[in-house]
């Protein structure tokens, strides 16, 4: 990418004091993640923002992951006494536990209250960054389009309280990136989903850095989906590039291959899981 990415516009500022604000009323946290950057695509500033409040991660978009890959992650979670289930807003994967897995947090809440002769409702707070899928699994919850819904970050601008079904409520509250990014490559795997705007960045480099972890890391799908014969372990990532963007005809005039065209192209076929299942980073990245 073409710069160190540095960014926090003012309506995240404001998505912070708003969960800080609403924290106090809240039983469960739902944090939704991508599943394809279980670590990177998660705001480290939560953890301060959260605190101690129980959480629930949910892992969306599961139907895109490895499912090799996000079992090693719901393990490395679960060692670290946190909760994570794997769903798929596309196929329903998993839904119906959102809710479950958030109760059996409170549980112990829920059965006090019960006997002293209350029904408690179950307040729950969706937070992520974005780009996660908050909203289409606020649709699932609900059962109907309630809440706007896109490809793009940045949808959900204010606060919203929706009820659910059994007696549970949820507090949206829009997508929240961290102030800045200290570690570059986890910028890059969050651009590489489309959780940070394509306007602001160099697709080209993005690509040509991507190219290099899939021929590392998923090197078959990459020569099925693309129709390459040779053996491409040894090619850098602007040559692979090249190659993709020859085999699919992105050739203009002297015969050079418009390399932003393919950039476009393998970002938008990562995003869309045309290549295959892919997630772009395991747990061993941080074990330290």
């Given at each position: 990418?073409?710069?160190?990415?540095?960014?926090?516009?003012?309506?995240?500022?404001?998505?912070?004091?708003?969960?800080?604000?609403?924290l106090?009323?809240?039983?469960?946290?739902?944090?939704?993640?991508?599943?394809?950057?279980?670590?990177?695509?998660?705001?480290?500033?939560?953890?301060?923002?959260i605190k101690n409040k129980p959480r629930l991660l949910v892992?969306?978009?599961a139907d895109l992951a490895d499912r090799?890959?996000?079992?090693?992650?719901?393990?490395?979670?679960?060692?670290?006494?946190?909760?994570?289930?794997?769903?798929?807003?596309?196929?329903?994967?998993?839904?119906?536990?959102?809710?479950?897995?958030?109760?059996?947090?409170?549980?112990?809440?829920?059965?006090?209250?019960?006997?002293?002769?209350?029904?408690?409702t179950l307040k729950l707070m969706m937070v992520g960054i974005p780009n996660v899928g908050k909203s289409s699994l606020i649709n699932r919850l609900l059962g109907k389009a309630s809440t706007r819904t896109g490809d793009r970050p940045g949808v959900t601008k204010g606060k919203q309280w929706l009820r659910i079904k059994?007696?549970?409520?949820?507090?949206?509250?829009?997508?929240?990136?961290p102030p800045k990014f200290e570690d570059q490559e986890l910028a890059k795997r969050l651009a590489y989903t489309g959780a940070i705007k394509d306007?602001?960045?160099?697709?080209?480099?993005?690509?040509?850095?991507l190219c290099e972890y899939l021929r590392d890391e998923y090197p078959e799908q990459v020569k099925e989906r693309?129709?390459?014969?040779?053996?491409?372990?040894?090619?850098?990532?602007?040559?692979?590039?090249?190659?993709?963007?020859?085999?699919?005809?992105?050739?203009?005039?002297?015969?050079?291959?418009?390399?932003?065209?393919?950039a476009n192209m393998v970002l938008d076929e990562l995003r869309g899981c045309k290549i295959g299942n892919?997630?772009?980073?395991t747990p061993k990245n941080f074990d330290k």
């Amino acid at each position: 990418m073409q710069n160190t990415l540095q960014w926090y516009p003012g309506h995240m500022a404001k998505t912070r004091r708003l969960i800080e604000d609403n924290l106090k009323m809240i039983d469960v946290v739902v944090e939704i993640l991508d599943a394809r950057i279980p670590f990177s695509g998660r705001n480290p500033n939560f953890d301060d923002i959260i605190k101690n409040k129980p959480r629930l991660l949910v892992m969306n978009k599961a139907d895109l992951a490895d499912r090799r890959r996000t079992d090693m992650w719901i393990s490395w979670y679960n060692e670290r006494g946190i909760k994570v289930i794997p769903v798929s807003c596309a196929t329903g994967m998993g839904i119906n536990r959102v809710l479950n897995e958030s109760r059996a947090l409170v549980s112990d809440r829920i059965e006090r209250d019960g006997k002293k002769g209350r029904t408690r409702t179950l307040k729950l707070m969706m937070v992520g960054i974005p780009n996660v899928g908050k909203s289409s699994l606020i649709n699932r919850l609900l059962g109907k389009a309630s809440t706007r819904t896109g490809d793009r970050p940045g949808v959900t601008k204010g606060k919203q309280w929706l009820r659910i079904k059994g007696d549970a409520e949820l507090l949206d509250t829009p997508g929240l990136l961290p102030p800045k990014f200290e570690d570059q490559e986890l910028a890059k795997r969050l651009a590489y989903t489309g959780a940070i705007k394509d306007e602001v960045i160099n697709t080209e480099l993005l690509a040509y850095s991507l190219c290099e972890y899939l021929r590392d890391e998923y090197p078959e799908q990459v020569k099925e989906r693309y129709k390459i014969a040779e053996d491409i372990s040894s090619l850098e990532g602007y040559e692979l590039l090249e190659r993709i963007g020859r085999r699919r005809g992105f050739v203009i005039s002297g015969g050079e291959v418009d390399t932003e065209r393919a950039a476009n192209m393998v970002l938008d076929e990562l995003r869309g899981c045309k290549i295959g299942n892919i997630t772009l980073e395991t747990p061993k990245n941080f074990d330290k």
